[in-house]
């Protein structure tokens, strides 16, 4: 079994299954293969959506000349990012140190002892641009492992003791306050663009985080510039081409600064975000165009991503075939006058085109154009606009799909529980609350051991090997606690807390309170991973900072409160700073900064039309991070519901924060007062 990746669990490895280059998964297996056959190891690490690393497998790993040369010399591991984001997260540091820059496909030359001593990322079939090609960096590797293997040593231990010397600044464990708040506002607003919303030039990427951050911001302050700041860039975001103006959804991110030309794959995380972010926006200011936003992309989620089990799978590629056996980056999602013509007839097709900006030389390659909705004097008859995007999604259905990751992530499906628990909530969708349940049920019956530890992956029922790290502890935990404010089922908080448990005893440093990405008893590699940065996703240590604030509002629990609190040092020293990448971190710590407010509305039944008013506006309020219990007052499902008696028979709601109640209230305007001010 010369390749021994046809057993596993992940799609990407499942895609070399079949190259001629005896892979091995990352083990401890291959590591004792590469000391006792005295070679080195090559690390490739990628996912499943990965143009580039689609690019390098077709070029090179399917290639017999290159893999007879590796099989020879080294000992080839894969690994999926997705999978074991604890050995991504250790060699990316490497790489980054060592040249400055990262990403994926990433090319890690190892040890035996799993120490790095050469990187890189994509390497062409043949010297290009000045970088070599990847026949003469095995070849330079061989030679300097064959011939040099002292000073290779030198180098990888040098390297190893270099990551050990890189301690994150902490800066203590003192949440932050109004004005650390402030000066990310401001950082923010630097780093704004004024034209095009979003921050930064290009690629562009969807700052959904930072968004959640200004709208919590706005609620709190009423700060105008932050709310403005939210509209505009998610108004650009959702009339550019980043955006499935035909099937909702949002791409990875913008290759220009515009918005228009996205790079086409699909993430379930980055879906979950905004879905959430939109109807959060929504909330905050009854936008149309957030809420059809928000709920287009819960039904792309729920229509094109949720998996046979009730999860959600991880990705959609960015190739496709288009239509000649050839996989083309966006073949599936561009379009030409032509293409138009032959779907809609001339009349619709030029309609289409002024509407969608679809143009003769194209937004794209080729002529093509990517979808847009851009601002136009001109009034469209809604009624043509909707059959003319239902004979285009219909016809773009019958072209090749692009693959699909079904592989489901534990932390990203908690962000998609979130979304779509609250989404349909907001807008009397049951059917995005019952999708919602689907997926906390797959995780529970799957993903959960006897003693509530999380595995990080399953695909088709089948539960993977790899333990959960800590964004999963933590965004699963967020998502079980939406579920649990949004369907009064206490269950779902109880299965946060034992989650959260596990954060507090195998995640916390207990002397800093600082936080690793992974725990404790999990496998040792060359260091502990420890990121507080929210980029893609929230990191682990934001994700758990969020989850126990929440937790503690809606129990009291003290140990729960202190760990998130001592978490936000690291906002308190990262927000005035580098405000664009710990955007979750900021909303924590909004909400922490308004307590945050306590919810408990107590009723005969959820079926109760008083209540459900009440519960509704509960949900609906903008105060930052708070948090909603409903049920009966004889429930002892949420602790928050304890001695709330009605109010003369009627319904009502408590108000609570920073251990002072308001008096309680049947009236839903009251609620809604004492939750907006």
Known sequence: MPNRLAHETSPYLLQHADNPVHWWPWSTEAFEEARKSGKPVLLSVGYSSCHWCHVMAHESFEDQETADYLNAHFVSVKVDREERPDVDAVYMEAVQAATGQGGWPMTVFLTPDAEPFYFGTYFPPAPRHGMPSFRQVLEGVSSAWADRREEVDEVAGKIVRDLAGREISYGGTEAPGEEELAQALLGLTREYDPQRGGFGGAPKFPPSMVIEFLLRHHARTGSEGALQMAQDTCERMARGGIYDQLGGGFARYSVDRDWIVPHFEKMLYDNALLCRGYAHLWRATGSE?????????????????????????????????????????GAYYVWTPQQLREVLGDEDAELAAHYFDVTEEGTFEHGSSVLQLPQSERVFDAEKIASVKERLLSARAERPAPGRDDKIVAAWNGLAIAALAETGAYFDRPDLVDAALGAADLLVRLHLDDQARLARTSKDGQVGANAGVLEDYGDVAEGFLALASVTGEGVWLDFAGFLLDHVLARFIDEESGALYDTAADAEQLIRRPQDPTDNAAPSGWSAAAGALLSYAAQTGAEPHRLAAERALGVVKALGPRVPRFIGWGLAVAEANLDGPREVAVVGPSLADEDTRALHRTALLGTA???????????????????????????????????????????????????LTS
């Open 289 to 329: 165009l957030a809420r059809r936003v928000a709920l287009e992309t819960a039904d792309f989620m729920v229509r094109e991503l949720r998996t046979g089990e009730g999860g959600f799978a991880s990705a959609l590629d960015a190739d496709s075939d288009d239509g000649t056996g050839k996989h083309v980056e």
């Open 624 to 674: 930052p991070g708070a948090v909603v219990a409903v049920g009966s007052p004889e429930s002892d499902e949420f602790p928050l519901l304890a001695d709330r008696p009605l109010q003369q028979g009627q319904p009502a709601a408590y108000v609570c924060r920073n251990f002072t109640c308001d008096a309680p209230t049947t009236d839903p305007d009251q609620l809604k007062t004492a």
